[in-house]
């Protein structure tokens, strides 16, 4: 069995920036825009990239996925950012459907059928808890294949004009962490599960036990339009609010690399490029 994670960085193509394609010259403007770039930076340097290095079992892979189009000043910083960490790959598509870059990927490196794969997702503005690929290959190794893993408990950072603040986060088959354990052979891409509705069809794993990400919501979103009734939504759904010291607490077990004042800086800066 292998685990190989994909997180998307401004890749040129159809898929949750909702760009419109049908003029690719403004999509491109867009998707490039310098204060969407540096936001999207500045999330990745302090949210994403140091929980996938602080990572406890370190046999994974993580595809950093994004276009050869991308202008090289932001290539170039990517590929410096990434470079300190060995498990991250970065891959710039020349295709801009997303699904056929990545199916042969999964091909190699499943070895053409000899393994067994674990596939994750995680945006580039969110974090995984430092043990969340060990407990991804503990749930994996305890049943057959062919199902979907789901650690729904972690923690929300929100920065919008009507709320702000830091608190736990309970949603069942969020896209952070959203895994499929695949048989050998089989490999659809991980982007081709809708993560909210894949359970209707699918065998499901979910461990609601332990805090496994941290995620994001803030003005330059892909899906920033529907935020502010989204979180609320979450905040009800959630349970009890955390306070400072629980979300402290959560921190130190599970994001030793993100501290409180880390993630309260990243609340008031996400919105300020």
Do not use: W
Request: proline share 4%; charged share 25%; aromatic share 10%.
């Amino acid at each position: 069995m292998k685990i190989i994670g994909f997180c998307r960085f401004s890749f040129f193509g159809p898929s949750d920036t909702k760009l419109n394609y049908d003029d690719e010259k403004q999509a491109f403007r867009d998707l490039y825009d310098h204060k969407r770039m540096e936001t999207r930076f500045f999330l990745f340097e302090n949210l994403m990239l140091p929980s996938i290095a602080a990572q406890t079992d370190k046999n994974f892979e993580l595809v950093i996925l994004t276009s050869e189009v991308m202008p090289a000043k932001y290539r170039k910083r990517l590929l410096a950012l990434c470079k300190p960490v060995k498990q991250i790959r970065v891959e710039f598509a020349a295709g801009m459907v997303l699904k056929e870059v990545v199916r042969p990927m999964l091909v190699k490196c499943a070895e053409r059928g000899k393994y067994e794969l674990v596939q994750f997702r995680i945006d580039d503005d969110d974090a995984l808890s430092c043990h969340f690929i060990r407990r991804l290959r503990e749930i994996a190794s305890q049943s057959g294949p062919q199902k979907i893993i789901s650690m729904p408990l972690g923690l929300m950072v929100y920065n919008m004009p009507e709320m702000n603040g830091i608190d736990k986060f309970l949603r069942p088959f969020t896209g952070a962490g959203f895994a499929f354990h695949s048989m050998k052979g089989r490999y659809r891409v991980i982007f081709e599960y809708a993560h909210n509705q894949a359970q209707r069809n699918f065998r499901t794993v979910t461990d609601p036990t332990n805090a496994s990400h941290i995620q994001s919501f803030h003005a330059s979103a892909d899906t920033a339009m529907r935020h502010v009734r989204r979180v609320k939504s979450y905040l009800k759904n959630s349970g009890k609010s955390l306070d400072k010291e629980g979300v402290e607490t959560m921190l130190a077990q599970e994001f030793p690399t993100i501290d409180y004042g880390c993630l309260d800086n990243v609340k008031e800066k996400m919105n300020s490029f």
